[in-house]
């Protein structure tokens, strides 16, 4: 069993920075794919971002291609989402979910299973 716990979320400015963390629980979830999705009022929940167990592949969404960089420390059982140059548009619910159906597969997921609680992230203009 995995628990994903977010943080990081936050109130800031255009243009400003945020590092958002998904610390999960459990010995396995360091041989999973994992990825970042996002949720915006009235909006159905997207792709952000996604890194295979092993970190050697990542993928992004256009719309935060560069902005964004997507890690992990499986030392410390947490992935990164660092956001860089943050938009009003960015302004969502960002969630961290694990794929536990493909341990050590060195792609990423595509069936998420474990789910985090989610963090705001509010972006002003």
């Known amino acids: 069993q995995v628990q994903l716990v977010e943080s990081g979320g936050g109130l800031v400015q255009a243009g400003d920075s945020l590092r958002l963390s998904c610390a999960a629980s459990g010995r396995t979830f360091s041989r999973y794919p994992v990825g970042w999705f996002r949720q915006a009022p009235g909006k159905k929940r997207e792709f952000v971002a996604g890194i295979s167990w092993n970190s050697v592949i990542t993928r992004y969404a256009d719309s935060v291609k560069g902005r964004f960089t997507i890690s992990r420390d499986n030392t410390k059982n947490t992935v990164y989402l660092q956001m860089n140059s943050l938009k009003p548009e960015d302004t969502a619910v960002y969630f961290c979910?694990?794929?536990?159906?493909?341990?050590?597969?060195?792609?990423?997921?595509?069936?998420?299973?474990?789910w985090g609680q989610g963090t705001q992230v509010t972006v002003s203009s």
């Open positions: 979910a694990a794929d536990s159906r493909r341990p050590w597969y060195g792609g990423l997921g595509s069936e998420y299973d474990y």
